[in-house]
């Protein structure tokens, strides 16, 4: 039985809980972080969400996270057997954890979290983020996934952050090759179940999300 230390509302937390799924294991999550505070032996020094638990191991950082799963228990689905599909899905990641955090990030918070925000600031993220998703559309012309056929790692750590930027209230450029692979992330159950998830429109309805989502599995 696998422990997630997460709250339910974490972009970075949905990417285990839905990698969780693909994979049909067990789990057991457990709310941390934010409102639900954190455990004084919480076993990350970073103090951040998600944490996984897998017996004696203990893992943190969302894309390590994935990658472990996958790895362990993922063989031929989503830890393919092909070196160049795994190096493919390793350049996403870190393009995700590096340009859509900095990218994507702040235009998330501005509009949902309560940064502190102008109309400009607002306006150079919805164009950054236009920019840097073309990137991911070119990759994704004439591919059903990320790195090859098949779901992988990549597809998780940055499908995990699409939903939240196709249901802002933004303008998004066309990018039809990235929204045909987003139509096809919603058709997975554990994506519609982990990722699809409301986070309402200001501070204050994001917070009762959270409220709502406690101790759902
Ligand atoms: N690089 C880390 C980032 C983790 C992170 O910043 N998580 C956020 C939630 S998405 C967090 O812990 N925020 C503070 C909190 O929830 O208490 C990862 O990918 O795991």
Not at 101 to 114: D, E, H, T
Not at 121 to 141: M, T
Not at 174 to 203: C, D, F
Request: aromatic share 10%.
């Amino acid at each position: 039985m696998i422990t997630v230390l997460g709250r339910r509302n974490s972009a970075n937390v949905q990417k285990v809980m839905w990698t969780l799924g693909e994979l049909d294991l067990a789990y057991q999550r457990i709310d941390v972080g934010a409102s639900f505070g954190y455990p004084s032996d919480y076993p990350n020094p970073v103090k951040v969400v998600p944490t996984i638990r897998d017996g004696e191991l203990v893992v943190w950082e969302s894309n390590a996270c994935v990658r472990y799963l996958a790895r362990t228990y993922g063989k031929g689905t989503l830890w393919p057997d092909d070196a160049a599909q795994l190096a493919t899905s390793d350049m996403w990641m870190e393009w995700q954890r590096s340009d859509i955090s900095n990218g994507f990030f702040p235009l998330f918070q501005m509009l949902i979290r309560g940064l502190p925000s102008t109309p400009e600031k607002i306006e150079r993220c919805v164009q950054e983020c236009a920019r840097i998703f073309s990137q991911l559309n070119r990759q994704l012309e004439g591919r059903d996934f990320i790195s090859g056929p098949k779901l992988g790692t990549a597809d998780i750590a940055i499908g995990a952050m699409m939903y939240r930027y196709m249901t802002l209230p933004i303008e998004r450029p066309a990018l039809p090759a990235m929204e045909a692979w987003y139509q096809r992330l919603t058709t997975r159950p554990a994506y519609r179940k982990h990722v699809m998830i409301e986070y309402g429109s200001n501070v204050q309805e994001w917070a009762e999300h959270e409220k709502r989502n406690q101790g759902i599995q």
